[in-house]
């Protein structure tokens, strides 16, 4: 029986994974307010951020509280470009992901010889000091009055303007970052990830240079929340400094914990839940956060985003109808 349960039937497996793509690109398509779709657009953008995360925190095991930093380095540098020098807004992306992975590497290099509490306060500090200068720069960044009529992307010669439209966009730019961060953890590289994270000494007595691949890994996370960042400036055609504050960077972190560390598929989950369960209690007015809390408790006892216990429970009953 234990042999059953390893992995699903290719069939059902299919199925699914056929039935979560065409639910994906269907739901655009079926008339939902704005309001609805820009809650999914910016759901699947903290997915993104989510995932990027997992793979310094969950995959290599460095606990990260700046990475709503990099998030807002890649939204002012695709909107800078993209407003003062009329730069498309994909040459705009491309340049907030290539800064932020500057800024990462800037960071990673004397940061992550340290571990635990001290890398993830310094992270924090790092977060706190970018914050500070997007909000006073104001020569360049503009300061509190933030910047104003940030392009949408074009694509052969249409304008994606709705929310529908571009959360089509999100969704495609999501599934090509899990595509390429779930190949990235499954190789020769993300294997070593997770043995360091495991043990770092016994790492390095077996040949892995723990330092280098954590740089590697952190300079990859920051570049993809310096995408996510630019779809944001370009979403929503306008940012300012509150966008990007400190505490955005616990929210993120607690998608991954609540996803489970290093599970990709959950994180996803867990970064849709947090940011559309906030909007769908809305209704309880004052006892909006007190319900939030209980829901969150509930999700972590039951697992409910441990995308691994879902298919646990998938494979328990296909095998019980089979005996059956």
Not at 43 to 61: E, K, Q, R, W
Not at 63 to 74: E, P, Q, R, V
Not at 265 to 280: D, H, K, Q, R, Y
Not at 289 to 308: A, N
Request: proline share 3%.
């Amino acid at each position: 029986m234990m042999k059953k349960l390893k992995t699903l039937p290719p069939k059902i497996h299919a199925a699914l994974v056929g039935l979560l793509l065409a639910a994906l690109f269907l739901f655009p398509l079926l008339g939902f307010s704005q309001y609805v779709y820009r809650v999914c657009v910016i759901s699947v953008l903290y997915a993104i951020l989510a995932m990027s995360l997992n793979l310094i925190a969950g995959v290599a095991g460095q606990i990260s509280l700046g990475h709503i930093a990099f998030y807002g380095i890649g939204a002012y540098t695709s909107a800078l470009l993209c407003v003062n020098l009329g730069v498309s807004v994909w040459l705009g992306i491309l340049a907030a992901f290539l800064i932020s992975m500057l800024f990462g590497l800037l960071i990673a290099i004397p940061t992550l010889k340290l571990s635990g509490g001290y890398l993830a306060i310094l992270t924090m500090s790092f977060a706190e000091i970018i914050r500070l200068i997007l909000l006073n720069w104001t020569d360049v960044t503009r300061g509190p009055m933030g910047i104003l009529n940030i392009p949408k992307p074009k694509l052969f010669g249409y304008t994606i303007k709705s929310s529908a439209a571009f959360l089509y966009l999100v969704i495609i730019i999501a599934i090509v970052v899990y595509i390429a961060l779930r190949n990235l953890i499954r190789s020769k590289f993300g294997r070593n990830l997770k043995a360091l994270r495991d043990d770092e000494i016994s790492s390095e007595s077996m040949g892995i240079n723990v330092y280098r691949h954590k740089v590697i890994a952190f300079v990859i996370s920051t570049g993809i929340a310096g995408i996510a960042g630019a779809l944001y400036a370009s979403y929503m055609e306008f940012i300012d400094p509150t966008s990007f504050i400190s505490d955005e960077s616990t929210v993120i972190l607690s998608m991954v914990v609540l996803g489970g560390m290093g599970n990709m598929n959950g994180s996803i989950i867990a970064a849709i839940l947090l940011t559309v369960l906030p909007e769908a209690l809305r209704s309880f007015s004052d006892y909006r956060m007190l319900v939030y809390g209980v829901v969150l408790v509930v999700m972590m006892l039951l697992k409910i985003t441990d995308w691994g216990a879902v298919k646990r429970a998938l494979k328990t009953a296909v095998t019980f109808k089979r005996e059956r």
